[in-house]
């Protein structure tokens, strides 16, 4: 079966550095791989995906990804972060075929937090 | 543009009694969702809607139904609600579930509290 692991339950930055959060994948065939965020009380929003092509993948307010078929990974980085980068985050990948269609698969999430 | 509107956005309820929660895109989307969010367990997916007329189990049914309305509509019943249902409930749509590299957009979801 598919399944994506988030192993971090939670990162801490400081605002300026760097950031990365953990994703890896398990599937059989191409992988479809997603991040979504989610701030207080709201819903994911989605920021990013990989299908094809190129490994960096670029996406909203500054986040990117790196795909890496070697290491089944997927992690989220951003070079600077923000206080207001604070938020719940999780990796997705696209399930097996199913009745209908594909079913996303969601990661158990890991929260962000940035010190000013 | 208000995308995934769900409603009621807070409800107590007590065991026993029957709820359903309301969804609706506009969106134009064909598929929709809906999930479950309990801590350290991500998001868990409850029943979906491939397309207008059609349902299907997710990976946690037991205790719930849904009906797919129109193709803005999904709602979630509650028949006879339990403690252990006590989650944040949400709805996602997507443009075409067999669409897989499509994102899914999502409601800002239902806080049910069951006591």
């Known amino acids: 079966a598919q399944s994506v692991a988030q192993p971090e339950d939670q990162v801490n930055v400081a605002e300026g550095n760097p950031l990365t959060v953990k994703c890896t994948y398990s599937?059989?065939?191409?992988?479809?791989l997603f991040w979504y965020v989610q701030y207080p009380n709201r819903g994911l929003q989605f920021l990013l995906k990989?299908?094809?092509?190129?490994?960096l993948v670029k996406g909203s307010y500054g986040f990117e990804a790196e795909f890496n078929k070697s290491q089944t990974s997927f992690h989220l980085k951003k070079p600077s972060a923000l206080v207001s980068d604070s938020a719940l985050y999780f990796c997705a990948v696209r399930d097996t075929l199913v009745a209908g269609g594909f079913k996303t698969i969601f990661g158990a999430g890991t929260r962000l937090f940035v010190k000013a | 543009n208000a995308g995934v509107t769900q409603t009621p956005k807070f409800q107590v309820l007590k065991t026993g009694q029957s709820m359903t929660l309301q969804c609706a895109q506009d969106?134009?989307?064909?598929?929709m969702y809906w999930y479950r969010q309990d801590p350290g367990m991500g998001l868990r997916l409850i029943y979906y809607s491939a397309s207008e007329g059609t349902t299907d189990k997710g990976e946690v049914p037991n205790g719930y139904n849904v009906s797919r309305l129109n193709k803005r509509e999904f709602s979630l019943r509650l028949e006879s609600a339990a403690p252990s249902q006590t989650s944040v409930y949400f709805c996602?749509?997507?443009?075409?579930?067999?669409?897989?590299?499509?994102?899914?957009?999502f409601g800002d979801g239902t806080r049910l509290s069951i006591l």
């Open positions: 990989y299908i094809t092509g190129d490994n």
């Open positions: 969106m134009n989307h064909n598929s």
């Open positions: 599937v059989s065939g191409n992988p479809y």
């Open positions: 996602a749509s997507s443009v075409r579930q067999l669409y897989s590299n499509q994102p899914q957009h």
